[in-house]
């Protein structure tokens, strides 16, 4: 499938492919790594008042848990790992493009700017890019890549940006 060729002096990138729409409440997915292997799977609950997804890792273990967080003045979605908020996904005040503030728990907060609807944008921590989002790596309808930086929380990324399409 071959996402993006990165440079050889550049550190390399794992790479994943995730299904555009893909947040119907009662919806499974899977997400597959750039040789096409299953690599995570996504499980939209029913019957939830809010939107709720379990992102398992291939052996079907919980490695997060997504969820719309209701009564606040802005939509949020917060990523749960066990019993502790990993990460708070909101969408920013500031500006008129889509853009989200990420708040991290244990760590440096993050940013996601770009155009959110269409599958471009970034994710960025300290002026570094951590994760690529784009269409264009695809010919298949209806997908789009995410490009995580070597060294970055792999899960965690990818349910950032399950959160992030579920707050569009």
Not at 16 to 31: A, T, Y
Not at 55 to 74: C, P, Y
Request: a negative charge.
């Amino acid at each position: 499938m071959g996402l993006l060729r990165h440079r050889r002096d550049e550190p390399a990138a794992q790479r994943f492919q995730m299904r555009e729409k893909l947040l119907s409440i009662g919806d499974d997915f899977w997400i597959e790594d750039d040789q096409g292997r299953r690599a995570y799977k996504v499980n939209g609950k029913a019957a939830r008042i809010r939107d709720t997804f379990v992102l398992e890792d291939a052996s079907g273990n919980q490695v997060a848990h997504i969820q719309e967080r209701k009564l606040s003045i802005r939509d949020k979605v917060s990523v749960e790992r066990g019993d502790d908020t990993a990460a708070t996904i909101h969408k920013a005040l500031v500006g008129l493009r889509d853009r989200f503030a990420i708040d991290v728990k244990d760590g440096a907060d993050m940013k996601a700017h770009g155009n959110i609807v269409d599958h471009e944008y970034e994710i960025e921590r300290d002026g570094h890019t951590v994760a690529t989002i784009s269409k264009k790596w695809f010919r298949v309808r209806e997908s789009y890549g995410v490009e995580v930086a070597e060294g970055e929380d792999v899960p965690l990324i990818l349910a950032i940006t399950v959160a992030i399409d579920s707050l569009t």
